[in-house]
């Protein structure tokens, strides 16, 4: 069997549930692929045992990027490149860089948030979305279990783990 190709789902109908049976799942020993919903479940990540992003680490890195290269072009630009006296002010008017310092800040930092998302999410623009359920996007969560990753557990005990979870249908995946 190959990892990521096969999968035991569970179908819930209420998140009270769901988040219970994520709890209860994990408790039994089973390793849970991953949790879809077609709304946002408050404490679900928690539940899963996710821990916190690193995202706004690799936003805060690109902003300070971008406010050095913002600052270094322009007193490069105004010091030596071109030196221009504008009213009378001194060469590296540190006040008059904050508007382009400001604007580059965003850009870079927003601009590698969403690069970094992409490459941590492992999203591309060739790859094929895997859809478990199509009721994932209307009114049902879906708890996904890869089988390759609970080899110790047999695949009737993980069905009947589900069900006494709560789980209204349980249904076997196979993706190619």
């Not at 001194?90 to 927003?110: C, K, N, Q, R």
Request: charge should be negative.
């Amino acid at each position: 069997m190959e990892r990521d190709t096969h999968f035991i789902l569970g179908v819930y109908e209420d998140e009270d549930v769901l988040l219970h049976a994520v709890k209860d799942v994990r408790t039994s020993g089973v390793k849970i692929h991953e949790v879809y919903s077609p709304y946002p479940v408050h404490g679900l990540e928690h539940a899963l045992g996710y821990k916190r992003s690193r995202l706004p680490i690799a936003a805060f890195l690109f902003g300070l990027l971008g406010t050095t290269l913002a600052l270094t072009m322009q007193l490069y630009m105004m010091k030596f490149d071109w030196p221009m006296i504008i009213g009378g002010k001194d060469f590296a008017a540190i006040p008059d860089f904050i508007p382009v310092s400001f604007e580059l800040t965003v850009l870079l930092a927003a601009f590698g948030m969403v690069g970094v998302f992409m490459i941590s999410s492992d999203l591309k623009p060739w790859a094929q979305p895997r859809i478990f359920d199509l009721r994932i996007t209307d009114d049902k969560h879906v708890m996904a279990i890869d089988i390759a990753n609970n080899s110790t557990l047999e695949v009737e005990k993980i069905k009947e783990i589900l069900k006494s979870s709560g789980a209204t249908e349980v249904n076997n995946k196979s993706f190619e």
